[in-house]
Structure formats: structure tokens, C-alpha cells
């Protein structure tokens, strides 16, 4: 079972244009002169290593579903925001977060489905192992996997991730 799926674009121009964006639009804390943000102390605010933005702003590369949680968190937009997928700013947080296992297992049970019936689906390029191995490891799937099973429930994908309550964006 791969962690991220082979086929995916791990690298993203529009990806890394809105992380730019984003951290140029930082300031630094009580400074006068309006000084802007370097990529260190931005990854020290959103709670990642400062190669995870060293490699954003300069290849583009998509780092890991919790540190694209972490940046949108920090930055209170939506994954689709951060990753250059819409244009839309807003973003309503959830007053009660949950986790993407406890949201899986709820849309699992919502449409009366089996796991295999997940896997099944030709959209779907991940082994029902997968999910198996994501639910009991409490660990979170590429974030193409994410945008798979949110296309799946018709979700947005922070739904799935449980950072919001509205199931779309």
C-alpha cells in the first residue's frame, strides 16, 4: 500500500504562487515598518518544519494532508483556497471539529455503505486496505485520496477532514 498515490502531481505552480501570496501578506508582529514574514517564521506560526515552506515556495511540492491542515488552519481558509482550486476566501471553521475518521465512519454510515462499496467505484484509486489502515492508524491519506473520497460523498473536502460543518464550500 503506497502512501500517496503514483499517479498524482506532486508538484503545483498554482500551489506554490498562493503559499507566496499568502505568506507575503504576513507581517511581522509589532514591526513598524510594515516588514513582511520570511518562510521561517511563517512555518514556525502555521506548526511546520521550515522545509515543508522552503519547499512550497520554491518547487511547489505538496507537502502532507497535516500540513496542508495546518496552513489552512492557520490561515482559516479552505484546502481548495490553499491549494489554488477556487478563488473563494471564505471559509467557516466548524465550533466543533471533529476528525476525518470519526467524519468517514459518519458518511459511511449515513449512505449505508460498506468500505468495499467505496473501493469499488472506479473513481476511486485507493485499496479498501487503505481505509482500513487510515481508520485504525488514525492517520490522514494523501491529500488526492481526500479529494477522491470527498468527490465520493459529495462532501467538500474540509468537511471530510472535519474542519467545517458545511459539507460544501
Known amino acids: 500500500m503506497s502512501k500517496a498515490p503514483e499517479d498524482s502531481v506532486k508538484v503545483s505552480a498554482e500551489f506554490q504562487r498562493r503559499i507566496i501570496e499568502i505568506i507575503a501578506d504576513e507581517e511581522i508582529d509589532g514591526s513598524d515598518e510594515g516588514k513582511k514574514c520570511s518562510n521561517a517564521e511563517f512555518a514556525a506560526r502555521v506548526g511546520v518544519s521550515k522545509t515543508v515552506i522552503s519547499n512550497i515556495a520554491t518547487y511547489g511540492i505538496l507537502p502532507s494532508t497535516a500540513s496542508l491542515v495546518k496552513i489552512a488552519d492557520y490561515t482559516n481558509k479552505s484546502l481548495e483556497f490553499i491549494l489554488a ?18 467524519r468517514l465512519l459518519e458518511l459511511i454510515r449515513e449512505k449505508g455503505i460498506r468500505i468495499a462499496d467505496i473501493t469499488n467505484n472506479p473513481n476511486i484509486t485507493f485499496s479498501r486496505n487503505s481505509i482500513h489502515v487510515w481508520l485504525k492508524r488514525k492517520n490522514l491519506p494523501a491529500i488526492e485520496y481526500v479529494f477522491q473520497l470527498a468527490r465520493y460523498f459529495n462532501v467538500s473536502p474540509d468537511y471530510l477532514l472535519g474542519r467545517t460543518d458545511y459539507r460544501h464550500n
Open 85 to 102: 482550486k477556487t478563488e473563494d476566501k471564505d471559509f467557516e471553521k466548524s465550533a466543533h471539529p471533529t476528525t476525518f475518521h470519526v
